[in-house]
């Protein structure tokens, strides 16, 4: 037993859900100025619905227990209804991150009984979001699509990515999803990924902009509604119960999606672990060559794990920093690694 | 290009935020497990001032939970007197006070 005791199994902070986060396509109507997967309405690059199907039952019997779908734009899929009914009819939970933009009466009764919270992406106000976005109709055209979804009972909430330049709006975004009766806003620190490279390289919030948001999130959750999360991990929690990050305790035969988690499928068919853009040397492989339960089975996680251990190794020592994007850190920690090995 | 941060300082100067005790009891629980001694809030009709103590447990930790309150509560702005101090005990010292104080009395 490690001194954490047997509480956490999970390698990552998602609260002990075995996530699989899909990819279907890169297709979007948008072309975010952050979008981490480089994804635009000039992208074909997807995943054919059977595959998808397959992987989501495949995940199902590894103990994932929530599909989540994102993209591209999951909208422009059209296989979404299908994936979602397939995971459904497995016992997941489902979530889809969209835009908003393209959420007509039509598709919120598709989706309706589908998908158990609807994600919309937001990023501050009107101004904020269309810059981001590069379109100046895509606050508006998003809000105006509201209130039928409202009405309809679907849950839905907001995805705010926080910059290094824009922690001050958001509270304008907890009191807009106030407003309009969202459940929730999740707020998701900027990935150096895709198109933010380039676009937001100087962007990615550092320590003092996670605690200014970690602030505006008490904040703004003591006005009731809706329910705020902030994807960090603190220094604390990565002191008190590193099992949580680093699966010291799993056993050898236990299902891979009862410990590691996401497992993420992307738009080339190939499933990494935690986060999209994992480097391909700790990729599980493509599902274009085999079903996801081989796979699994034929996957060696020990490279993961030991880069998982230098990442809070090095966030839990004298220096590490008081607030931190885990996946973030294990992601840089996974490329240096692999930039080693090369050079050597 | 500025901060976000430092837009959200001057939002809530002008907007008059002042500290809230359930604020900054989450805060402090959010740096650690840590024991706390005493503290006082005051202000009418919305606390505006905290003065609190706390033990921690050697050296590394002081100068970690120093550390992790600076981050979070240094830059809030309040525009008034403010300030952590530290107390060692014992020779050599193996626990440290910590006096933190935002806003002035």
Known sequence: MSPAGTAGRVVGPTGGHGILQVHPTRRCNLRCRHCYSSSGPDVAQSVPVD????????????????????????LLYPGLGTVLRSARGAGMTTTVTTNGMLLTPRRVDELAGQVDVLAISLDGSPESHAAMRGDPRAFSRMAGRLSYLAASGTTFGFV????????????????????????????????????????????VPDVVELAFAAVEVLRTADGGGPYLQIDVASRHDLLADPARFLALEHAPDAPLGTWLTPLVLEADGTVVPLTYGFPRPFALGSVHDAPLRTLAARWDPDPLLSVARRTHARLAGPQGPALTNWYTEVLATARARRLSLTVA | MERGSARLLDDWKNGGFVLEERLIERLLKSTGSLVIDSWYIKGQPRPDWLHTSFDVDGVEQCGTVVKDIAATLGGLGLGRAGGIRVFPKGIPADVFTIELQVGAP
Not at chain 1, 160 to 184: I, K, P, S, Y
């Open chain 1, 51 to 74: 595959v998808v199907r397959q992987v989501v039952d495949d995940a199902a019997g590894l103990g994932c227990t929530v599909l989540g779908v994102s993209g591209g734009e999951p």
């Open chain 1, 160 to 203: 705010f990515t926080l910059t290094q330049r824009n922690v001050h709006e958001l509270d304008w975004v907890v009191r807009f999803a106030r407003e309009v009766g969202a459940g929730l806003v999740q707020v998701h620190p900027l990935e150096a990924e895709g198109y933010a490279v380039d676009n937001l390289a100087d962007d």
